[in-house]
């Protein structure tokens, strides 16, 4: 039997190691760096489940499938209490085999970087307050990094949830205005008025609860930065006036008649697809150019690879009640799950995921079902080409609205450049889009094995 798998395991690019006493096995693994154990229940001296049992107390991380004879239900249940990641009975078929070796090494590599990433979590392996390693990310750190130290007026752009904020955070942390203040506003939060207010301050009797002269926040940024996130939300009349104040560096309070210079590094943020919003005529073409001067792009977390796990176990450490490790990690089932979903939401959901599996988990690891349903069930749109299954094959359509949506998030969403790529005119790639809207999501999913996130 033993002759017989490992000749089959190896046509099929499995490396294997055979014997036929467990006390050889054992010695083995203590020498070399086994990924997965395959043994049989009956041998000499040592039965299977407790070779099993011995493996698992000093090797956790090695998964072990057992094999059992037929209808020897009993010995299974054993085998999976000593530790067993799965049994298979005999008679068997070497694909079977396959398969679950397959499924175990895939447990084996997630088990190993949830390992690793808990450790880089406990190493504050971080970019200021921004938590993670994947290549986008880095790329995106050493542009970071080259604007802080100019007073170039930066564009940061991302999906909502992206963690635009801590973005230009980290500029002004890493600039030479450090040691001023930090100031944002939502430009999306308040009507024109309060915003002009807000931005340019107002003088004394400038409206009916003007009682007292007020700074607005240009004044209040100075020597620091000033942050205008969803500036994509602006009004058109707000934009002019800010496009005028950043032109002239001065800013006129509201009811006032004299300008003030302020001394604010300039960087604004939107979710927005901004050159789409000016080819619309919804944002001014003149303000689009003064603000993207440097353009720094936050990737969708979908796109982060092994980040999502390293940013799960970070939030996963945050909210232990009482600072209590209640629930210590993510099993590499549920963390498969977390890889596979497309979070539409981005950091922020996965915060509110991870948030909620602390307070729900009923085990020291994440389960499963400890995940949210719409985690849980969800379902990959990916596009299979290579199937000989007619059931997984696409209709046309579909292929080419889901290669629409994943050419617009390899671009960052920008809708001109998406039609480019595309070839198409911008009308063709709106009409596209508003046809297939409704009929699946439009968020993918891009799963990476051995990435999680902490």
């Known amino acids: 039997m033993c002759d017989i798998l490992d000749a089959e395991l190896r046509t099929r690019d499995f490396e294997a190691t055979a014997t036929t006493a467990a006390e050889d096995a054992l010695r083995r693994l203590s020498e070399g760096d086994f990924d997965v154990v395959l043994t049989d229940i009956n041998m000499q001296s040592m039965n299977g489940v407790e070779l099993c049992r011995q493996i698992v107390e000093s090797r956790e991380h090695v998964p072990v499938v057992v094999m059992t004879a037929y209808g020897s239900m009993e010995a299974a249940v054993g085998a999976i209490r000593a530790g067993a990641y799965d049994f298979v009975t005999k008679p068997f078929e070497i694909d079977e085999i396959s398969l679950t070796l397959d499924r175990a090494l895939k447990h084996h590599a997630l ?3 949830v390992k690793r990433l808990r450790s880089v979590v406990a190493d504050s392996q971080r970019f200021d307050d921004i938590l993670g390693t994947s290549a986008t990310m880095k790329k995106m750190y050493d542009l970071v990094a080259r604007v802080a130290e100019t007073e170039t007026t930066a564009l940061i752009t991302g999906e909502s949830g992206t963690g635009k904020e801590l973005v230009a955070k980290a500029i002004h942390q890493r600039s030479p205005r450090r040691d001023g203040p930090f100031v944002a506003i939502n430009c999306a939060a308040m009507p024109e008025n309060l915003l002009e207010s807000e931005l340019f301050g107002h003088v004394k009797g400038a409206f009916t609860d003007a009682r007292t002269a007020r700074p607005g926040l240009f004044i209040k940024a100075s020597k620091g930065t000033l942050l205008l996130d969803e500036i994509g939300e602006m009004p058109a009349g707000m934009q002019a006036k800010l496009l005028r104040a950043l032109q002239e560096r001065t800013v006129r309070p509201v009811g006032g008649d004299q300008e003030q210079p302020f001394d604010a590094r300039i ?35 979908r796109s982060r690879g092994s980040d999502i796990l390293l940013l799960a176990q970070s939030f996963l450490q945050r909210y232990q009640p009482n600072g209590q490790e209640r629930v210590v990690g993510i099993k590499s089932a549920a963390a498969d799950k977390l890889l596979s979903y497309s979070w539409p939401g981005n950091v922020r959901e996965l915060q509110n995921c991870i948030e909620r599996c602390v307070a729900l988990a009923q085990f020291d690891h994440v389960g499963v079902d400890d995940l949210p349903e719409r985690v849980r069930d969800f379902k990959s749109s990916r596009i299979t080409i290579e199937s000989n299954n007619p059931s997984e094959l696409l209709p046309m359509d579909e292929v080419e609205r889901r290669y ?18 595309l070839g198409f005119d911008r009308r063709t790639l709106y009409r596209k889009l508003e046809r297939g809207r409704d009929a699946v999501p439009q968020k993918r999913e891009t799963r990476s094995l051995g990435s999680i996130s902490a």
């Open 404 to 421: 629409i949506v994943r050419v617009l998030e390899a671009v960052g969403g920008n809708k001109t450049l998406a039609a480019q790529v």
């Open 111 to 113: 088990r190993d970087e």
């Open 267 to 301: 960087i604004a943020a939107t979710n927005r697809d901004l050159e789409g919003e000016v080819e619309e005529k919804r944002f001014r073409e003149d303000l689009f150019y003064r603000i993207n001067v440097v353009r720094i792009h936050v990737p969708p977390l």
